[in-house]
């Protein structure tokens, strides 16, 4: 079985600083994983996804995420937050050969200007 | 543009009411989900089909119910209709390879008044 444990539910960063969201997953065979992002009233757009090639994945929008094997972590990044940063990101995984998608819950990540 | 089609984007309805949702996946998709986001409950995972055939249940009520029909497209109905299930309403297209990540329409919003 798989899970996604997102480990902030809210995320405050000044405008300019540095982005980060923690994900953390289980999962039973080498899985894909997926970070979305959800503007207010939107449906959920890819960032990025990791897909057991380059362990470090570069997205839209100056996001990117580094997949730890060893940690079971897909934590996501950005250097230098914009007030269009905020919205609510979700951390997926889909394990090899599985179709189901497991979502974390969600973190809400505020820009303070 | 996902290429996942929602309708309707609006539907306003009364408690006891029947209502159907309907989503065309992407071209070429042959796997639909369906998730309900809530503001208490946030994004849950209600039900997958894989041409046709039934997939994965998630926490959908017996009160809800699902088809993926010939064509690929999706429908999902809900009756008994209570306060509650006021919620934006998402599906998701994908194919089999686990590599690929799903693609979201951009949800029907239901109000139950």
């Known amino acids: 079985a798989q899970s996604v444990t997102q480990l902030d539910s809210h995320v405050s960063v000044s405008e300019g600083t540095p982005v980060l969201l923690r994900c953390n997953y289980s999962?039973?065979?080498?899985?894909?994983l997926f970070w979305y992002v959800q503007h207010p009233n939107k449906g959920l757009q890819l960032l990025l996804k990791y897909t057991s090639a380059a362990t470090l994945v570069k997205g839209i929008n100056g996001f990117e995420a580094e997949f730890k094997k060893s940690e079971t972590s897909f934590h996501l990044t950005k250097p230098s937050a914009h007030m269009s940063d905020a919205a609510e990101y979700f951390c997926?995984?889909?394990?090899?050969?599985?179709?189901?998608?497991?979502f974390g819950t969600g973190t809400r990540l505020t820009i303070i200007p | 543009d996902s290429g996942v089609t929602q309708t309707p984007k609006h539907l306003i309805t009364a408690t006891g009411q029947r209502v159907t949702l309907r989503c065309s996946p992407r071209s070429g998709d042959l796997s639909v989900y369906w998730y309900q986001q809530s503001l208490d409950q946030g994004l849950q995972f209600l039900i997958q089909y894989y041409n046709g055939e039934e997939r994965a249940k998630g926490n959908i009520l017996e009160r809800f119910s699902a088809q993926q029909f010939p064509d690929l497209h999706s429908e999902l109905n809900l009756s008994s209709l209570e306060l509650g299930d006021s919620a934006l309403y998402f599906c998701?297209?994908?194919?089999?390879?686990?590599?690929?990540?799903?693609?979201f329409g951009q949800g029907t919003r239901l109000t139950v008044v």
């Open positions: 998701a297209s994908s194919t089999r390879d686990s590599n690929t990540e799903a693609f």
């Open positions: 997926v995984v889909r394990p090899f050969g599985n179709e189901k998608l497991t």
């Open positions: 999962s039973s065979y080498s899985p894909s």
